[in-house]
């Protein structure tokens, strides 16, 4: 069996020897932020942008985040030639580190725990584009919903509770009236003519971000609040992500999405997205 490397607190080293302390805010409080990063064509993705997403969910949470960018970049470029990689799934972690009371309240700000973790990147099944997938909805309004923070207690729960009993492919956050986001995505949905793409109460992806900027070539978008009402009349929908890129959504518990296949918008996006990473 290959062995597998990670950085950890400014080494690389073997990952199965890189171990957190069982008093790490981390694990005792879920108490710290992370993003996930990959590879197209040898290069890390719109790294800036996940950069600058990482330091402002760090600073939102006072951690100090350790490593410059360049020294992450350096790491992550060692990492997949010592894992031997082709295409790289990035994971950045960083938490508060050491609890510094016995409270487990409080940390020090200068010694937080930071690592990152290397993969090989290993695309949806083609069926899944093809077909589509079901979201399973959930009311539920993150805490600090705009950092993406360690803490996904209700993503887990209800994906373990509920795929026991039925099939879906993520969990969908709904709060009141409002449509948010998927679990790990950003959700979009076409009304009429128009793609609507919610815009408060959720973690702006940075593919998010890219596919409104992509789509507005071609369509009319509007960010703003998606009720639930409104999904009865959307003829299409789709999530996006890092890990999914454009992923069509055809049913939502038992809410059949416009015909109940991918559509021919949400197609015309997908080929505009990979065109866009090919030529990345």
Wanted: hydrophobic share 45%; aromatic share 10%; charged share 30%.
């Amino acid at each position: 069996m290959q062995k597998s490397y990670c950085y950890f607190n400014g080494k690389i080293v073997l990952a199965d020897k890189a171990f957190l302390h069982p008093d790490d805010l981390g694990i005792l409080r879920g108490f710290g932020v992370f993003d996930v990063l990959k590879t197209a064509n040898g290069k890390i993705f719109l790294f800036d942008k996940h950069f600058k997403r990482l330091s402002d969910s760090a600073a939102s949470l006072g951690i100090k985040l350790p490593v410059s960018k360049e020294e992450i970049v350096e790491a992550i470029k060692i990492l997949i030639k010592k894992n031997k990689i082709n295409e790289a799934s990035i994971r950045i972690v960083l938490t508060g580190g050491r609890m510094s009371a016995s409270d487990g309240m409080h940390f020090d700000f200068d010694t937080p725990t930071f690592y990152i973790l290397v993969s090989e990147f290993k695309p949806l099944a083609k069926e899944l584009f093809e077909r589509g997938v079901k979201l399973a909805a959930v009311d539920y309004n993150r805490d600090m919903a705009e950092t993406k923070t360690l803490n996904y207690i209700m993503a887990v729960r209800e994906i373990n509770k509920r795929q026991a009993k039925e099939k879906f492919f993520e969990i969908l956050y709904v709060s009141g009236d409002g449509v948010l986001e998927a679990a790990t995505s950003n959700f979009f949905a076409f009304v009429g003519s128009k793609l609507v793409a919610p815009k408060e109460g959720i973690l702006k992806g940075i593919t998010r971000n890219l596919v409104i900027d992509l789509a507005k070539k071609e369509f009319e978008v509007e960010e703003r609040k998606l009720t639930v009402d409104e999904l009865e009349s959307a003829s299409e929908a789709f999530i996006a992500a890092t890990n999914k890129d454009i992923l069509p959504v055809v049913k939502i518990d038992k809410l059949k999405i416009g015909s109940g296949k991918p559509g021919k918008n949400t197609k015309r996006l997908m080929r505009i997205f990979e065109e866009f990473l090919k030529n990345y």
